[in-house]
């Protein structure tokens, strides 16, 4: 126990979480973008895989609560690194830090919270269906087809402007975090090189934005009329 509080406690302890989190909830970010991909291949495809996610009956729900404390805690660990980096800085630069330090822990602060706001959000709207009435079949008075038409569920939610914007904001947050934190993540790791390193940074950077052209897709197709609903509502 001691030596589990003592590694928390310390800065290279700190990185470790934050980097080893960080690689969980990317790797997250990539499969989930995977399957929500799936609504350009029309409902039948998206609908089976969400139908095939709820058979994991209780172990996706213990996969949500994983990912979602992996998130909390990578939130909270970089906070407190932040803070420890700042305070062990030398007196000398004590005016400079201060205005980086603080302008980066406000922004980290912010965003974070924003990002985690939404995927609470998304998990009450997507998955629980406690914000939206529609979100049930059609015979119960709702608007889906089916119990898992998660097609309608996507076209549905992003007709709304406030949670499209919402969601572009939330996902433009955690892709700008990824384009800088992929490379320290991976010198954390020690899995870099001073040759790699260039190339790491760069491909990290793209990669995060490849992500959010991905995410963006799907409510920009619903604007622009690309992706419809398949029956009336």
């Not at 399957?35 to 058979?55: D, R, T, W």
């Not at 994983?66 to 909270?76: D, P, T």
């Not at 939206?132 to 569920?153: C, N, T, W």
């Not at 760069?202 to 995410?215: E, M, S």
């Amino acid at each position: 126990m001691n030596f589990i509080t003592s590694f928390f406690k310390s800065s290279i302890g700190k990185k470790w979480i934050v980097a080893l989190t960080g690689l969980v909830l990317v790797g997250y970010v990539i499969g989930h973008l995977v399957g929500n991909l799936q609504v350009f291949a029309g409902p039948e495809k998206i609908n089976q895989y969400a139908e095939m996610l709820h058979s994991l009956g209780a172990l996706l729900w213990v996969v949500r609560l994983f990912l979602l404390a992996c998130f909390i805690l990578h939130i909270v660990t970089t906070i407190l690194l932040v803070k420890q980096n700042r305070e062990a800085r030398d007196v000398r630069y004590e005016k400079v830090a201060r205005v980086q330090a603080t302008w980066a822990s406000r922004t980290m602060a912010l965003s974070g919270l924003i990002v985690l706001s939404f995927v609470i959000y998304h998990l009450l709207h997507l998955t629980v269906r406690s914000t939206d009435q529609r979100f049930k079949p059609i015979a119960q008075g709702g608007a889906l087809a089916s119990e898992y038409d998660v097609h309608s569920m996507l076209i549905l939610s992003f007709q709304h402007p406030l949670v499209t914007g919402f969601y572009l904001l939330s996902v433009f947050l955690l892709c700008l975090h990824m384009s800088h934190g992929l490379s320290s993540m991976v010198q954390t790791l020690g899995l870099n090189s001073k040759k790699t390193m260039p190339l790491i940074s760069h491909g990290g950077r793209i990669l995060a934005w490849i992500i959010f052209a991905g995410y963006a897709s799907i409510p920009l197709a619903v604007y622009f009329g690309v992706l419809k609903l398949h029956h009336s509502v």
